[in-house]
């Protein structure tokens, strides 16, 4: 749901968000994220959030988020619908016996708001262009965006190629440099040990990367997880989000070079990282 709260700001309720909470000690807070997560927790504050992944000790993707300060100081993570629970159930089981609440608020919701001119909430830190997220009940967050615009939102962050949780980032598949977490400032390289870092800190530093995600134009219709081939008919990657033929592609580079097609007929084409 969007609506034009001026001229050039759009603003558009982000429903396949939901909010999990944590409560306890701040300190007990920023410490138990800290020693789990890809960037530096500390830096989170109430005007400022971090971006951030949980990753498996073998250094796969498992989840993306936003952590921010709420109310009374506690932490919060915007996270994707779809891998809520899934994350509540691992950081439950990582918190061990912490003196740490954590639950998802049901009642909370997300916007977005990107545009020209003065916007609403916290800044996204993932690139200054994609605008600001705003935080709060839902009734009101709905009260406040009340003309639809499908798919305003989608087309934004395609255009700036920023990837979406469970649709171009999949739990257990793939490595956060190969999805751009260093261009989206999603990474701290200083900030010390936490789970999957000895396999960051190798790519980072010791390998080339031969795949991830890529910015294409997309000619022609083709599905979500279609299959992209090169001119000699090799698989060349799959293709993730797209919309108005703007989209994103897992790519392997030493194939994606020349004439890459669907089995639907498409035409992708690479246009950057």
Request: hydrophobic letters at 40%.
């Amino acid at each position: 749901m969007t609506t034009r709260l001026q001229d050039k700001i759009l603003g558009a309720l982000l429903p396949e968000r939901r909010i999990l909470a944590l409560e306890g000690p701040r300190a007990e807070q920023v410490d138990f994220l800290n020693a789990l997560v890809s960037n530096d927790v500390r830096r989170a504050t109430q005007d400022r959030p971090v971006y951030a992944a949980l990753l498996t000790p073998q250094g796969k993707y498992l989840a993306d988020f936003l952590i921010f300060e709420g109310a009374g100081g506690n932490l919060r993570l915007d996270a994707e619908a779809g891998q809520i629970e899934d994350l509540l159930k691992r950081l439950t089981m990582y918190r061990l016996r912490r003196p740490l609440k954590l639950r998802v608020e049901e009642d909370q919701g997300v916007a977005a708001f990107w545009g020209e001119g003065a916007k609403p909430g916290l800044a996204d830190p993932r690139d200054p262009a994609l605008g600001t997220r705003l935080y709060g009940a839902l009734p009101a967050l709905e009260a406040a965006l009340a003309q639809a615009e499908p798919g305003d939102y989608d087309a934004h962050r395609l255009a700036l190629g920023i990837p979406a949780s469970g649709r171009d980032l999949i739990s257990g598949e793939g490595y956060i440099l190969e999805a751009g977490f260093e261009r989206l400032h999603g990474v701290d390289f200083r900030k010390g040990c936490y789970v999957g870092q000895e396999i960051v800190a190798r790519m980072k530093h010791k390998t080339e990367l031969r795949k991830g995600l890529a910015r294409v134009r997309v000619e022609g219709e083709a599905p979500e997880g279609a299959e992209i081939r090169n001119a000699e008919g090799k698989p060349a990657g799959i293709l993730r989000s797209h919309l108005g033929g703007v989209g994103l592609a897992d790519l392997r580079f030493d194939r994606a070079e020349g004439l890459l097609t669907t089995p639907e007929g498409a035409v992708v084409r690479l246009e950057g990282p």
